[in-house]
Structures are given as structure tokens and as C-alpha cells.
């Protein structure tokens, strides 16, 4: 059973461009979540979407969006990149409809960083 | 505000010497503590859900135990091969965002 597969895994950006990452989630698994992780923060919510709905967003700035397909694959955009926008990208999904359940699984996550 | 607190940040142990991780928290009305472990370079993966004070699960040398302010994650014996991050995320009552600790750093030495 193939696993959760974030492209691209690496990738190097100047200030001011944009990026957009991508997320295709578990076969038959409609919840998509995304994180931000920083040395100093640890995992960040970023949002989360389930049946191309996004349900939850975390508390980042409007600079970062995304969105679900109709296949479940998922995007995430950052535009007007940041320094502090430097960090590994990670996505979820979960063949849960209920959060709370917790068990996400994770892709290997896409370093981006910004200079 | 919901918070949640690993510690500590760095544990070294010398192959089969026992110990134990704490996560405390503080979250409005929890719905579930979660674990998961994180390799370097790799995505975190999931190892335990609590949901009640009291409760707990083991899986090969780890124990999670949770009460009604922290969680443990317990290693027994541990091997080189449990080396990673642990993680605990919290999910509080009146949102469906997971909240991550900052991890512990487990290093088993042979």
C-alpha cells in the first residue's frame, strides 16, 4: 500500500517568489492536513481539508492557501516568500472523517528553503 | 490557551536502561492525547490515541499512560533502533487542530 507522497521533497527559493508544494494522500483517504515544522516551533497546524472542503485553518498569514481535488490530492501555496518561511512542509491524510481518531499519516515532507 | 509541553528536550540511554518521556498539557477539554515517533528526514509516525484519564497502550517496549494533566511514554529496555523524535499532540475540545509538542530527542546508545 503505497504511502503518503509530497513532491518536491527539496527546493530552494529567493524572497518574494511563490511555491507551491503537493500532497497526494493514501488511496481512498479524503482528510488532508498540512504542517509547518521549524526547529523552534515544532509542528504547526496549517489547515486541513476533507471532500475539497477546507474544514480547519491554522493561524498562519492569507499568504498561505491551499486546496483538495476530487482525487483527495492536495496543494499548498506560499506567495511573497519569507526568510521564516525556511522549514520542512509536511502533509497528512487520514481515511478518518473524525479528527479525533489521531491517526494521521505522515509523508516525508518537502524542505523548502528560502534565501 | 492550549498548550502542550515535552520534556525533556534531549534524553541519552545506554541500551536496556529504562525511562521515561513526559508530555504535560494544558488544553480546554481534552479529546485525545495522541504519540508519534519521528526519524530524521522522515514524516512522524503514529504510535498511540488516550482518550481518558487512566488509560493506557503499549505496543513492543513503549507504554503511553495519560492522566488528567500529562501523558508519559514509557521505554523498557530500549534498543539503538528506538532512537527518533517523540512527539504528543493534544486535541482540545473546541477545535479540531491538533496541537504538537516540540518533541524529545531519544538517543539509545549499544
Known sequence: K??????????IKTRGQQVTLSCSPISGHRSVSWYQQTPGQGLQFLFEYFSETQRNKGNFPGRFSGRQFSNSRSEMNVSTLE???SALYLCASSNSAEIATGELFFGEGSRLTVL | EDQVT???EALRLQEGESSSLNCSY???GLRGLFWYRQDPGKGPEFLFTLYSAGEEKEKERLKATLTKKESFLHITAPKPEDSATYL???????TDKLIFGTGTRLQVFP
Do not use: E
Open chain 1, 2 to 11: 503505497a504511502g503518503v507522497t509530497q513532491t518536491p521533497r527539496y527546493l
Open chain 1, 83 to 85: 526568510l521564516g518561511d
Open chain 2, 6 to 8: 515535552q520534556s525533556p
Open chain 2, 26 to 28: 494544558t488544553v480546554s
Open chain 2, 88 to 94: 504528543c499532540a493534544v486535541l482540545p475540545g473546541n
